[in-house]
């Protein structure tokens, strides 16, 4: 495949994950402004993980407490 075409098709991805980080920001903080650029996006969605790692285990808790009652 010529690299013009893998530069085109690499475009194309990066276009579709920038739109579905954006998606996912705006779904996750509603209020909150999306940022300007491409690694802004990945940046706040990094800074996510800790957050969203507390929450999975939250609700691991929970299911287990459901399990044994």
Not at 8 to 13: E, I, M, T, Y
Not at 24 to 45: E, N, T
Not at 59 to 69: K, L, P, Q, S, W
């Amino acid at each position: 495949m010529p690299l013009s075409d893998q530069l085109k098709q690499l475009v194309k991805l990066h276009k579709a994950a920038e739109l579905a980080m954006k998606d996912l920001i705006v779904r996750m903080w509603p209020a909150k402004p999306l940022p300007s650029s491409y690694f802004g996006l990945v940046k706040q969605l990094v800074n996510a993980y800790p957050w969203l790692d507390a929450i999975k285990q939250l609700v691991y808790i929970e299911g287990a407490r459901m399990a044994f009652t």
